[in-house]
């Protein structure tokens, strides 16, 4: 039941790209019980505001100060993760060494290895003292301290909230002659191809901006999520609407006073990782079937 695919497009450089790393991490386990896969792919940010005309938000004056609200708030969602902004965020923006670094470690290891890697590489950019990872000297040294079990624990229900990164142990992911081979690999016409054609599939999906969400239900249908905001939205109302239909679901089934095949239904669409807005108009068709309850369950009626 459920299945799906969510293909993250994201650049170190972007702090909402490490938020929504950060938040898919924490709830790994309640996206694989739903046969819900995650796949992260390193691209250029600023090749991305060129290919599509955007410029960054701080250009505009008004968006700039919303923007420092909008940071502060998303921030405060994760307690215990310690983050600050670079002082010259610009000076530090080409992450092209980095993002490589990282294709390269996608290709030649696994997939716990890749995700560890890009975890911690964008905790220290975007942690104090922000180190600067344009200096492929500064990566090298990143990724050789790299702690093998270095993550941001599940929390339990008690704990939701509260959970911080876990620094790590003493083992180390790479050894030092996999790191010069990793270093070596980003030089390659294999791994430059790799970010720039990540890239070009992002903008040829829409990306005009990180993090950007590609989300595909089990039926292979697909629709783009952008940003915080959305990531934020698509998160709560999904889990939103998930339980809302479980918690009718057992209320039709003790009462058995619903034909209730319109909402087992929904309930099998929905277990999976859907557009807000196809679950909202399947939400509709429900209402408009059992509106013999005489209950308006929405603001559609």
């Known amino acids: 039941m459920g299945g799906g695919k969510i293909d993250v497009y994201m650049d170190i450089v972007s702090l909402y790209s490490y938020l929504a790393f950060l938040d898919l991490q924490r709830n790994?386990?309640?996206?694989?019980?739903?046969?819900?896969?995650?796949?992260?792919?390193?691209?250029?940010?600023g090749a991305i505001n060129v290919g599509s005309g955007n410029k960054p938000p701080w250009t505009l004056p008004a968006k700039a100060i919303y923007g420092a609200h909008d940071a502060r708030r998303s921030?405060?969602?994760?307690?215990?993760?310690?983050?600050?902004t670079p002082k010259d965020l610009m000076?530090?923006?080409?992450?092209?060494?980095?993002?490589?670094?990282?294709?390269?470690?996608?290709?030649?290891?696994?997939?716990?290895?890749?995700?560890?890697?890009?975890?911690y590489l964008m905790h220290l950019f975007w942690s104090p003292p922000n180190l600067n990872l344009t200096l492929p000297e500064n990566v090298a040294k990143t990724l050789l301290e790299c702690p093998a079990d270095f993550s941001i624990?599940?929390?339990?229900?008690?704990?939701r909230g509260q959970e911080g990164e876990k620094k790590g142990g003493e083992k180390k992911m790479f050894t030092k002659q996999q790191v010069e081979e990793i270093m070596k690999g980003t030089e390659t016409k294999e791994v430059k191809d790799a970010l720039k054609n990540a890239t070009q599939e992002a903008l040829d999906k829409g990306a005009f901006g990180n993090p950007w969400f590609w989300v595909t239900?089990?039926?292979?249908?697909?629709?783009?999520?952008?940003?915080?905001?959305r990531y934020v939205l698509f998160v709560l109302?999904?889990?939103f609407l998930l339980y809302f239909f479980l918690f009718l679901f057992v209320v039709v089934a003790v009462s058995g006073s619903l034909d209730h095949s319109v909402l087992i239904m929904s309930l099998r669409r929905n277990l999976g990782v859907r557009g807000v807005m196809s679950a909202l108009v399947e939400w509709r068709e429900f209402v408009s079937v059992n509106r013999r309850w005489g209950?308006?369950?929405c603001g559609d009626g």
């Open 75 to 84: 921030i405060a969602r994760f307690p215990g993760v310690v983050i600050q």
């Open 217 to 229: 239900d089990d039926k292979g249908r697909g629709e783009p999520f952008f940003g915080s905001d």
């Open 91 to 119: 000076a530090v923006s080409k992450t092209i060494v980095p993002n490589r670094a990282l294709h390269f470690i996608k290709a030649h290891y696994s997939p716990s290895t890749f995700l560890t890697a890009l975890h």
């Open 28 to 45: 790994g386990e309640l996206l694989k019980a739903h046969n819900v896969e995650v796949e992260f792919h390193p691209v250029l940010l």
């Open 153 to 159: 624990p599940a929390p339990t229900s008690s704990q």
């Open 237 to 239: 109302v999904s889990r």
């Open 295 to 297: 209950v308006v369950w």
